[in-house]
């Protein structure tokens, strides 16, 4: 299971807000409760901490009394994802699990039909619309299968290996940051819509009790985007061999190639692919690193500069808002924002 806690691009928090203004309602109280800033909303590259969007995704689902954020004509009401919870909570294993999960689904929602499809070699949730529905946004694709895969995966205690991930929606602005969140094989304007996994977890028996279930739900659904994120990618294997190391020690991509048994060309035609180069990974390893030490307010800034690799605060200024386009500051929690 992935652990790392990372950051999510401003343009799944856009998504929201926008299912939110639908709606007419003013999303602003909702991002005020999660302690996202406007400032952070006028930046495209900026990045809010999991802690963030979960609670942004808690303040939408109370103030429209919708946990699918007005994506359905069927509202799912606030408290239904704590029932879904409890119902999948007393399957035996893997399969009674993503059954109960989606039997509850397609119970609230109207719009949104999600069946298993199971075969000896793999498992897919395949999606469809009820006849004359307009075809949906990757938003509301993403939210229905946040709620059931992170819920299965956190029930038999691993992540769900995702293989390959097919919509019949157009490719949205932040799609790479939902091929961080499904897998690299994912392509849009697809006939047919669909997630398969591979189906060792279904025999996996269900590891969570009542008591687990407390503390797993002060941060769920949201901390799913994170938590199980795809890991087999090569930018994921950059990523866990960097966070063993102090960044004083990251090593120059011929050595991390070669300790990743792969030739340095290969490596950044891989992360090419991917999206990603080497430099991006670092830079976002400490942008990240930043981020949660400015949210904590126990360390000053020019502590902070130092701890992710700069001699000069000046220095850091100027890249932290290269990264996210906004000023340190701007992350800091009320009282501690004018340091």
Known sequence: ????????????????????????????????????????????????????????????????????????????????????????????????????????????????????????????????????????E??????????????????????????AARFSCPEPAAGHEYRSMFCDDLRFGERESYVELAPGFLALPVVQTPKSLKTFLRNAPASFIV????????GARVRRALRTRAIADWPASDALAAELAIAEATMRRKLKREGETYQSIKDALRRDMAIAALQSGERTIADIAVAVGFAEPSAFHRAFRKWTGARPTDYRPPGLAGE
Not at 139 to 163: D, E, K, M, N, Q
Not at 227 to 234: A, E, I, T, V
């Open 138 to 163: 990757m938003f509301a694709y993403a939210t229905h299968f946040i709620l059931v895969y992170g819920l299965v995966s956190w029930l038999v205690g691993r992540r769900i290996p995702v293989r």
């Open 1 to 136: 299971m992935d652990k790392e806690k990372g950051t999510i691009a401003v343009s799944l928090v856009e998504e929201a807000v926008r299912c939110v203004k639908r709606r007419g309602v003013d999303p602003a109280p909702m991002l005020e409760q999660a302690g996202i800033s406007p400032q952070l909303m006028a930046s495209p590259q900026a990045r809010v901490s999991s802690a963030q969007y979960g609670a942004l995704w808690s303040a939408i689902g109370r103030g429209l009394d919708d946990e699918f954020f007005g994506q359905d004509s069927h509202p799912m009401r606030s408290g239904s994802f704590i029932t879904m919870c409890q119902a999948a909570l007393t399957a035996h294993n893997g399969a009674q699990a993503i059954a109960r999960a989606t039997l509850f689904m397609r119970l609230v929602l109207d719009d949104i039909v999600a069946q298993v499809d199971t075969t000896s070699e793999r498992v897919r949730l395949v999606y469809r619309l009820r006849d004359g529905v307009h075809e949906k």
């Open 227 to 234: 938590k199980y994120r795809n890991p087999d990618s090569l």
